[in-house]
Antibody
Framework: QVQLVQSGSEVKEPGASVTVSCKASGYTFSNYFIHWVRQAPGRGLEWMGVITPSIGTTSSTQKFQGRLSITRDTSTTTVYMELRGLRSEDTAVYYC?????????????????WGQGTLVSVSS | DIQMTQSPSSLSASVGDRVTITCRSSQYIDTYLNWYQHKPGKAPNLLIFAASNLQSGVPSRFSGSGSGTDFTLTISSLQPEDFATYYCQQSYITPHLFGQGTKVEVK
């Protein structure tokens, strides 16, 4: 079945970097955009960025520019999210999510399949 | 940025109740509005896309309406599995912000 499976929880110190992986299966990896969304404790959902797996282009919200990198490995159908310069306020559950739209058209920013989430804790 | 404001922030309801959640955008977004259900420890689940379209596999007791700046999610007869937090999200323009959420609790 169509699914996104993420890597496990991480504990990091302030200033460090974290990489979360998201492995896609059950569909043609290159055909759908993959987004990253996070939820800090007691907060709502926050869209972070998106990658077009077929060509590797990315876009992200200005809040994370300079700290966020989204990459993909087509051979393993895996997308990676790296966040650098971690702060305590980056403590959150990070989700990857598939866009409902094929990459032949602009992204719909509608998330029809989600990973199970990865908790990233930032603490000294 | 287009801000999304949901009301109420929380509500208490009983099984069988009709529940209505509203979402207002700070600018015009046509029908570029999605609704998600989120349960603790689980991934969010897409319920409604493009304001009024039911996602495949979602029970028909869920419905959405609205356009422009004002939107509504309705659960016609609340079921035990519907106690969760619901989020609206605009898909009109970056950043594609979510509302702050509406928690539906047991009365």
């Amino acid at each position: 079945q169509v699914q996104l499976v993420q890597s496990g929880s991480e504990v990091k110190e302030p200033g460090a970097s974290v990489t979360v992986s998201c492995k896609a299966s059950g569909y043609t990896f290159s055909n759908y955009f993959i987004h990253w969304v996070r939820q800090a404790p007691g907060r709502g959902l926050e869209w972070m960025g998106v990658i077009t797996p077929s060509i590797g282009t990315t876009s992200s919200t200005q809040k994370f520019q300079g700290r966020l990198s989204i990459t993909r490995d087509t051979s393993t159908t895996t997308v990676y999210m790296e966040l650098r310069g971690l702060r305590s306020e980056d403590t959150a559950v990070y989700y990857c999510a598939r866009d409902s739209q094929l990459v032949t058209l602009p992204a719909a920013y509608t998330f029809d399949i989600w990973g199970q989430g990865t908790l990233v804790s930032v603490s000294s | 940025d287009i801000q999304m404001t949901q009301s109420p922030s929380s509500l208490s309801a009983s099984v069988g109740d009709r529940v209505t959640i509203t979402c207002r955008s700070s600018q015009y977004i046509d029908t570029y509005l999605n609704w998600y259900q989120h349960k603790p420890g689980k991934a969010p689940n897409l319920l409604i896309f493009a304001a009024s379209n039911l996602q495949s596999g979602v029970p028909s007791r869920f419905s959405g309406s609205g356009s422009g700046t004002d939107f509504t999610l309705t659960i016609s007869s609340l079921q035990p599995e519907d106690f969760a937090t619901y989020y609206c999200q605009q898909s009109y323009i970056t950043p594609h912000l979510f509302g702050q959420g509406t928690k539906v609790e047991v009365k």
